[in-house]
């Protein structure tokens, strides 16, 4: 049971490039999200899951697209990466929407947009 | 008023004392409340949920004030091991809201 895993752990690309995070759970929950962490501002959700073929903007969804073609993977894509897409960027899975749900968290993708 | 707000620290204490760490929340609405640790450069995990009559996991503590809006949590015997970011979590519109987290470091 791995839980919840992010490919890839590391990216560093050029402004203007394109690239699709993984984030893959082996729980069967229904609920994903997608977020960023930045220094000084706490997590911030980008889009999230509440099932398959469904996504929902978060708090900070422009730039970013994403799609649940499966349960179990949740895609975020950035189009046209800028500066300011230089993230860490955090999946969690739940097993529902219910407010008391644990949120469970994959390790992270460090990316830096040069 | 941001929906949740933390003291960033850092909080600098000595192995075996207590510290205590408050958060204010902005939406009355809100129902569930939890409290994540985060490590240097992993990810977060849960740590353990409040309950409107406080509850208790060991060396922590746990308390929510609905009426003022406020969560806290209490580290009683410090360890070295304590040493990460406490975040406090809120339910909100969306799924959850994340407050930045305020950084311990027990020191020898």
């Known amino acids: 049971n791995a839980g919840v895993t992010q490919t890839p752990k590391f990216r560093v690309l050029k402004t203007g490039q394109s690239m699709t995070l993984l984030c893959a759970q082996d729980?069967?929950?229904?609920?994903m999200y997608w977020y960023r962490q930045d220094p000084g501002m706490g997590l911030r959700l980008i889009h999230y899951?509440?099932?398959?073929?469904?996504?929902a903007k978060g708090e900070v969804p422009d730039g970013y697209n994403v799609s649940r073609l499966k349960k179990q993977n949740f895609l975020l894509g950035l189009e046209s990466a800028a500066p300011s897409q230089t993230s860490v960027y955090f999946c969690?899975?739940?097993?529902?929407?219910?407010?008391?749900?644990?949120?469970?968290f994959g390790p992270g993708t460090r990316l830096t947009v040069l | 008023r941001k929906e949740v707000e933390q003291d960033p620290g850092p909080f600098n204490v000595p192995e075996g004392a207590t510290v205590a760490f408050n958060c204010t929340y902005s939406?009355?609405?809100?129902?569930?409340f939890f409290w994540y640790r985060q490590d240097c450069r992993k990810e977060p995990k849960l740590l353990m949920s409040?309950?409107?009559s406080g509850n208790e996991d060991g060396r922590f503590t746990a308390q929510l004030n609905r009426a003022s809006q406020y969560i806290s949590l209490l580290i009683r015997d410090s360890k070295l091991s304590d040493s990460a970011t406490y975040l406090c979590?809120?339910?909100?519109?969306?799924?959850?809201?994340f407050g930045k987290g305020t950084r311990l470091s027990v020191i020898a």
């Open positions: 969690a899975s739940s097993p529902s929407g219910s407010s008391g749900d644990t949120q469970y």
């Open positions: 729980m069967n929950h229904e609920y």
């Open positions: 899951s509440v099932g398959e073929g469904t996504t």
């Open positions: 939406n009355s609405a809100s129902q569930s």
């Open positions: 409040v309950y409107s």
């Open positions: 979590v809120v339910s909100g519109n969306t799924p959850l809201v």
